[in-house]
């Protein structure tokens, strides 16, 4: 099923600008004329995976970001050690280590692409202010606790150095829980690979294995057996971020999602403000009938 116009649009500003940035002049016309005659037949889920393909060719790069990439890595990297002294001063270590993580989400090159290291940081500064449903965090502290595997799927770089330091805790309150951690397989947007994942630490506390493809998210019909079957073997699901929701909201697994609320589509259907934090699940937040009439505007198809 194609994606909805309003998607379209908002790949074809991005691609545009990074055309006009990094594409010679002389070029960019047939870039935006390939892009164009590809991308009205990508369904949803692949629509960026599918300009970024072609934009490799045309900079001759696999990793068309790599230059932001490694610098908001290395701006949270740079933090790890203030933020950790946080945590080891908290009430309550797992409800703050969520809130980082969750704030790291901030960083997207989709929907904050002029994102400044200064608004990075007072961002990741302000998580105290971060406040959600405590009745659900309740529910997931008592799933956790009978949990064995945990799965999380990682969204960002950048945001992985805050995510391994939600692995670090989780193993320090919880030492007998496995977590095994799914970052993409390939340089695709602001999506952490085995790369970032490795220089974040986290494999000092879970195994990384990765999805298998080059798209946003981690998109069921696209992953490897063995991304699959780590999933299978879940008994809770992390997911980090607006893409993961995107392609595992309504799947068979149990979720929880983390991410900044950035599309005012999903606003609209989630009640919430633009750049809100969402910590939410399939089993209790009814998130399946809240956002079934936007799935389908936006062309959503999970064939």
């Known amino acids: 099923m194609p994606a909805s116009e309003a998607c379209l649009e908002c790949n074809r ?11 010679d002049k002389d070029k960019i016309a047939n870039f935006l004329e390939e892009v164009e005659e590809a991308i ?7 629509l960026e995976s599918t300009w970024e393909r072609i934009a490799r060719k045309y900079v001759k790069s696999d990793d068309i970001h790599k230059k932001e990439k490694e610098m908001y890595q290395q701006c949270i ?23 980082f993580a969750i704030a790291g989400n901030v960083i997207d090159f989709a929907t904050r692409p002029d994102l400044t290291l200064e608004e990075l940081k007072e961002v990741i500064n302000g998580v105290k202010n971060i406040k959600f449903d405590e009745e659900l965090y309740s529910k ?24 391994s330091l939600l692995c670090k805790k989780l193993k320090t309150v919880y030492p007998d829980k496995h977590i095994t951690v799914v970052p993409a397989s390939y340089p695709i947007s602001s999506d ?18 990765p999805n298998g493809n080059d798209i946003v998210g981690t998109y069921l019909p696209k992953c490897s057996k063995e991304c699959i079957d780590v999933l299978d073997r879940a008994d809770i699901i992390i997911s980090k971020g607006m893409a993961n929701f995107e392609v595992m909201s309504g799947s068979k697994y149990n979720v929880y999602y983390f991410f900044l609320c950035k599309c005012k589509f999903y606003c609209e259907a989630l009640d919430a403000e633009m750049m809100q934090e969402m910590f939410i699940s399939d089993k209790y937040s009814n998130v399946g009938k809240r956002m079934e009439k936007t799935w389908k505007e936006l062309g959503r198809t999970d064939e």
Request: hydrophobic fraction near 40%; avoid cysteine; glycine fraction near 2%.
């Open 77 to 99: 990297l740079s933090m790890k050690d203030d933020i950790e002294k946080m945590l080891d001063e908290s009430d309550d270590i797992i409800n703050d280590a969520i809130k």
């Open 192 to 209: 952490t690979t085995a790369k970032e994942a490795y220089e974040s630490g986290i494999a000092d506390y879970a195994d990384i294995v």
């Open 140 to 163: 997931f502290i008592e799933e956790l606790e009978n949990a064995k595997e945990v799965v999380i799927l990682l969204d960002n770089v950048g945001e992985v150095v805050l995510d």
């Open 13 to 23: 500003k991005r691609y545009t600008k990074f055309a006009n940035d990094n594409i």
């Open 40 to 46: 009205v037949k990508a369904p949803y889920q692949e």
